[in-house]
Structures are given as structure tokens and as C-alpha cells.
């Protein structure tokens, strides 16, 4: 078998890229150790974020990205339910207020439509949040929501269209390395001659790296989802909060209170169908994937804390997934000088749907040498923004043996 680009990962990075290299003319296999959408990519919410992305080459990635959607959307032949839904961002407490200001006025200079809204505001926006506690909120038009599943499954059809073939269910056994140059993929369906390589393989992009000889930082991050049962529409768009934004980028400062080790902090979002998927956690628990009771509690008093409206509503189930999280919550999209014909690209902790377009991007037009068309730059997301010292640290901290 010959390929010019071998995909490593069935999830919505690994099929993203798969589809825009195959769109762009490009040869691609996608080598799965499963079936699509094993990992990650099938266990979150459905947020294309903007408001949740921190100011510079993160929010410039989202802001990028979530323009394609609705182009993608006409060009798929699957319903990826993109719908621009805003996001509303609670803010608890008066020592969160100031915090927020400086967040969202970071966000507005980056060209976000970013305001703030008093709690007057607030709950004449969304009426659910009456009887919160509550100093405010910042509010963004621009964020909407999608399928995740569907998405995923759109760039993996996609991509066949344009002639990329997979192997699902297949293990690797090696992969070829000769003069510090990857030439192909040994796997249990034969070996796959190849140009390039991209490891998609989200949080277990490191076991991949191993493969090849390289340290990539990533650790799973878990995130703790609870079902309901369908309702009609609760609130008017997406609902995070304050606590949500410092759980994210600054685990570092929060407490320690049960709820901060959990890193809870809300996130609501509601399907086509009505079910309401109420998070979450950020937890380093290693590659667990179980949830726990005393998350589900927390989540639900953190929720009915800030939408009272919930309390009326039935859970029906729950699940966890986990992020791939790297040591400044950027994503890794590199190439690798001592081993030509790879390219990294995983650790999008929560931010995998919003950022798989313009990941796909990035990937196919660094492979064709081109210059990245998004205007990205490509070194605040490469391998080696990390020293080893980083590196280092960051496992002691986050990483469970
Ligand atoms: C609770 C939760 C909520 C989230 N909510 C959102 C949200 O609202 N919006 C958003 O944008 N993002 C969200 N995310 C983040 C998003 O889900 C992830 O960033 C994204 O799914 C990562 O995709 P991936 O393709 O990198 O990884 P995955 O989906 O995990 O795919 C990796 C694939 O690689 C395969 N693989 C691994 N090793 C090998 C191997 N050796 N050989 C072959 N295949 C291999 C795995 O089987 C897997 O299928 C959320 C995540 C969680 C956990």
C-alpha cells in the first residue's frame, strides 16, 4: 500500500485533516486502532467557542475556524447542525468581575463582539438564570453550536469522496524510519508506504510519539457530563461561567475546595432533540473514563446554581471524555525537525470542534509546503515551544502513572 499522507486517529482532528489533505489533491489512508469517533471526539458537548478561547493565537484559530462551518455545511452531505447560538458567561461573584472585564476587553481588541451585562441584563436575556446567583455576565453573539458526532462523520465521508481510504480496527506495529525520515507504517493490514504522517491520535498522541522516539506533552484532562431528559428550549444561548474560564486556563489558581480539585465550572448546552448536556469537570485522573457521584452532585448544585430553571428537570445519564490537555492549552501543530515527514496534531484539550477546521487546514497546506492561508503562527503551536524543563514539570504535575 502507498499513500502520500497516512492519518493516525479517527477522531474529528484526525478526520478533518483527512479530509482537507484528500481535498487538496493528496493521497490519504486513516489508520484507526477502532472505528471513528473511539476517543474523545464522541464523548463532549457541542461548542464551536469563541468566548471560552483566550486572547492571540487561540482565539485567532476559533475566530478562523468557525467561519468555514457554514461553508463546510453546504459542501457535506451530512447535517453537521451548525446554528450560531451566542454564549453567556456568568460571573458569581463580585471578585470574578474585574477578571472577566480584563478578559473580555483582551477578547474585544481581538475582534470579538464581547459585552458586559448587569444582572438586570442578564436575566432579561435569559430568563432560566432567574433567582441566580449572580454580579453579571459577559455576553458574545458570535459562538454557536454543532453536532460533534455528525461533524466528525461529515469530514470522514468527506474525505472519501475526495478518495481517502481507511483502515479501521488496525494496529500499528512500527513505523519505518530511515535517515531521520518517516517512510511508512507498519501496521497488522500491511505495511503502508507513505510521504508523511500525521498523528491525530489525541490523548494517546504520546504513546505514538513513543513510537517514533519523541516526548509529546499531552495528558488526559477528564470531563464529567451530565444527560437530561428532552425539554423545550431552556435558555437562549449556550451558558458557561466565570469559574469555567479560570478551570480552564489556570488550574493552577484555583482552590481547595472539592469543587475546584474538580475543576468544576458550568458549561450548558441543548441538542436539535432537547436533551440538555450539563458540565463539567477538568480532573487529572489519568485515562479513566468513568464518572463519579460526587461530580454529578457538584455539577448539578453548580448548574441550578446559576439556572435555577434546572432544578424542574430529570438527568437521565451521564458520561466522561477526556481532553487531550498540553502544558499551555495550545494545541500541537508541528512538524518535527529531527524527523522529517511528521506532523503533530493533538492536544486541543476542549476546544477539538471549534479548532478542527482550521486544524485540518493548517495540516494539509504545511504538508503541500505552503504558506498556512489562516495567517497562524505556526511556532506558538509547535513542538518545540516546549523545553524539556517544561516538559518535565508539567508530567509531575498533571500526569497519572
Ligand atoms: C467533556 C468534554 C466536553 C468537550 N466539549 C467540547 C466542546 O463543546 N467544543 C469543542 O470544541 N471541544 C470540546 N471538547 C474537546 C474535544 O472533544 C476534543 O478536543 C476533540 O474531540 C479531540 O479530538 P481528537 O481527534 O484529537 O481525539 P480523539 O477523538 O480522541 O481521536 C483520537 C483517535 O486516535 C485513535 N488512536 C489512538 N492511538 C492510535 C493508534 N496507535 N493507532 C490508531 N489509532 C489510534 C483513537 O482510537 C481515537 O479514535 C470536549 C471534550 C470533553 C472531554
Known amino acids: 500500500m502507498h499513500a502520500d499522507v497516512v492519518v493516525v486517529g479517527g477522531g474529528v482532528i484526525g478526520n478533518a485533516a483527512a479530509f482537507y489533505c484528500a481535498r487538496a489533491g493528496m493521497s490519504v489512508i486513516l489508520v484507526e486502532q477502532q472505528d471513528i469517533l473511539n476517543g474523545t471526539s464522541s464523548a463532549c458537548d457541542t461548542a464551536i467557542h469563541l468566548q471560552s478561547k483566550s486572547p492571540g493565537v487561540h482565539l485567532a484559530m476559533a475566530l478562523n475556524s468557525i467561519k468555514k462551518y457554514p461553508v463546510l455545511q453546504k459542501e457535506f452531505d451530512i447535517d453537521i447542525h451548525f446554528k450560531i447560538t451566542g454564549t453567556m458567561l456568568a460571573i458569581q461573584r463580585e471578585e470574578q468581575l474585574e477578571v472577566m472585564k480584563s478578559f473580555a476587553a483582551r477578547q474585544q481588541a481581538a475582534g470579538l463582539n464581547v459585552s458586559l451585562l448587569d444582572t438586570v441584563q442578564t436575566i432579561a436575556k435569559q430568563p432560566a438564570m432567574k433567582g441566580a446567583e449572580l454580579v453579571g455576565s459577559t455576553y458574545c453573539d458570535q459562538d454557536a453550536t454543532i453536532h460533534p458526532q455528525n461533524l466528525t462523520k461529515a469530514y470522514y465521508f468527506g474525505a472519501m469522496k475526495y478518495g481517502a481510504k481507511y483502515l479501521l480496527h488496525t494496529v500499528i506495529r512500527s513505523f519505518r524510519i530511515e535517515d531521520n525520515c518517516l517512510t511508512g507504517v507498519d501496521t497488522d493490514q500491511g505495511m503502508i508506504s507513505c510521504r508523511w504522517v500525521v498523528n491525530a491520535g489525541g490523548v494517546f498522541a504520546p504513546f505514538i510519539g ?104 430529570n438527568i437521565i445519564r451521564s458520561f466522561a471524555g477526556l481532553r487531550p490537555y498540553t502544558p499551555d492549552s495550545l494545541p500541537i501543530i508541528s512538524t518535527v525537525p529531527e524527523l522529517k515527514g511528521l506532523v503533530v496534531a493533538a492536544g486541543h484539550e476542549g476546544d477539538g470542534l471549534a479548532l478542527s477546521a482550521v486544524t485540518g487546514e493548517m495540516v494539509s497546506e504545511i504538508i503541500a509546503g505552503q504558506p498556512v492561508s489562516s495567517g497562524i503562527d505556526l511556532s506558538q503551536l509547535s513542538l518545540a515551544r516546549f523545553s524539556r524543563e517544561d516538559i518535565d514539570r508539567f508530567y509531575r504535575k498533571y500526569a497519572v502513572a
Open 210 to 313: 513513543k513510537m517514533m522516539g519523541l516526548d509529546i506533552p499531552i495528558v488526559p484532562r477528564r470531563g464529567q457530563i451530565l444527560v437530561t431528559e428532552p425539554v423545550p428550549k431552556l435558555t437562549n444561548t449556550i451558558v458557561n461561567c466565570a469559574k469555567y474560564i479560570a478551570a480552564k486556563f489556570r488550574p493552577d489558581l484555583l482552590g481547595n475546595s472539592v469543587e475546584d480539585q474538580l475543576g468544576i465550572g458550568l458549561s450548558l448546552t441543548q441538542t436539535e432533540r432537547g436533551n440538555l448536556l450539563l458540565g463539567g469537570t477538568r480532573e487529572f485522573v489519568g485515562y479513566n473514563t468513568k464518572t463519579t457521584r460526587q461530580a454529578m452532585v457538584l455539577i448539578a448544585r453548580h448548574g441550578t446554581a446559576i439556572i435555577p430553571a434546572l432544578k424542574q428537570i
